[in-house]
């Protein structure tokens, strides 16, 4: 699964055309991790329909506050660089409501 | 026929592992179902000092793993799954998952509880966004920021010093004018220079465009608003039992606990309770620990009772 970080967040997520899922996530939030198997599942399952990718805001702390990820697990969908849609918190984030935000947007 | 289990538990919290640890040690088939996290709530703790024995490196995490580990060591068996129904006619119960079904002469319930909300205007539009109910997971982004902690009891005051090791200013709101939590927290909290401590206020809204701003508080003896500027709100108002599943199956209390007597029995043979979830006065890791060991050997016994061997 891409990995996204400050050095290719904006040609990656901003500058890129089509939808992508990008996993905000944090080497201390538990629930975050929980979830990666099940991300890197849908991952594979959607390959080819949807970009799916995960950044680790522990490491890249800046990037997800100028993206307003303040709270985790937090899960948004870009669409040409415009986020769409997002989910976030423990409670709201699980493989269902993960994989019905992707259908959304396939 | 597929395999059938003496013992089915939901929840994989310290009350369900433990559950899950003292059925495999009594040699009884055990299996444990989680639909989240490992640990439960616990594991969302960085600080656990009040486990006994845990006083170097007490974290959350680090408990819950090894309560994992050590009921598979004894041939528990954990599943990650989300439980969508039950079979109950039967002698054998059955619990139907999302893919596939588990069958079991005995239930324990341990799904434990979740952070309530505050009900305030804005709550919700910001959560992830500044609002937050897990201090381990989101301290990291309010580094050098200010940040409200809402609550008075163990959970608030314990988490909000765990905040002021990011946070420049932890300001802790409660609605009364004296703290529930254990008095060395209190003590801690006090003597902290970075926690202001406002007294008798609820937070009426949370507002900001976008990511939070700050919020308005009442102070509910005289009613006055104030405005407060803040970067973050954490919320430790108290927890709400996962229970809705079992609505019509087990007795619970107005709030939705379920009622078990003292060997964690519920209204309905050969299905437990235990934790957080059961109706009780202390809701911590130690007592949902005991709560498990106590639902397996009431299983056991029930499982000697009613099955041939």
């Known amino acids: ?106 | 026929m597929g395999k059938i289990y003496d013992v089915a538990i939901i929840g994989g919290g310290p009350a369900g592992l433990s559950a899950g640890l003292y059925a495999s040690r009594s040699k009884l088939s055990s299996i444990i179902i989680e639909k989240g996290k490992w640990g439960g709530q616990a594991s969302t703790t960085e600080e656990l000092e009040n486990y006994p024995g845990s006083m170097e490196h007490p974290t959350g995490p680090k408990l819950m793993e090894r309560m994992k580990a050590q009921a598979e060591a004894f041939g528990t068996e954990c599943v990650k799954d989300e439980v969508i129904g039950f079979e109950l006619s039967e002698k054998i119960k059955t619990i139907k998952l999302t893919k596939s079904e588990i069958k079991a002469k005995t239930i324990i319930i341990a799904t434990g509880a979740q952070p309530m909300l505050l009900g305030a205007p804005g709550e919700d539009e910001l959560r992830g966004k500044g609002v937050s109910y897990c201090a381990t997971c989101d301290a990291d982004f309010f580094t050098e920021l200010e940040v409200v902690a809402v609550g008075g009891g163990d959970a608030a005051v314990e988490e909000a010093i765990y905040l002021t090791k990011f946070a420049d200013k932890v300001t802790i709101v409660h609605r009364r004018n004296e703290f529930r939590a254990a008095k060395s927290l209190v003590e801690k909290a006090i003597a902290n220079e970075k926690i202001d401590i406002i007294w008798d206020s609820v937070v009426e809204e949370v507002y900001g465009d976008g990511i939070v701003e700050g919020v308005k508080l009442k102070n509910v003896k005289t009613n006055e608003i104030t405005d407060f500027k803040t970067d973050g709100v954490f919320v430790f108002v108290g927890t709400k039992p996962i229970s809705d599943i079992f609505k019509d199956i087990v007795k619970m209390s107005d709030k939705g606990y379920i009622i078990t007597d003292d060997e964690m029995k519920t209204s309905v043979e050969g299905i437990f309770a235990a934790g957080d979830v059961r109706v009780k006065m202390l809701r911590q890791v130690i007592t949902a620990a005991a709560d498990g060991s106590i639902a397996a050997i009431a299983a056991e016994k029930y499982i000697e009772n009613n099955f041939e061997h």
């Not at chain 1, 409670?91 to 935000?101: D, Q």
């Open chain 1, 1 to 106: 699964m891409l990995e996204l970080n400050k050095d290719n967040f904006d040609a990656e997520v901003i500058q890129a055309e089509g939808t992508i899922l990008v996993d905000f996530w944090g080497t201390k939030c538990e629930p975050c991790k929980a979830l990666i198997p099940d991300v890197e599942r849908l991952a594979e399952q959607y390959d080819g329909k949807i970009k799916i990718a995960k950044l680790n805001t522990t490491e890249n702390r800046r990037l997800a506050m100028a993206q307003k990820v303040m709270g985790l697990p937090t899960f948004v969908i870009y669409k040409n660089g415009e986020k769409q849609k997002e989910i976030s918190g423990a409670e709201n984030c699980t493989p269902e409501t993960i994989e019905n935000l992707i259908k959304e947007f396939v």
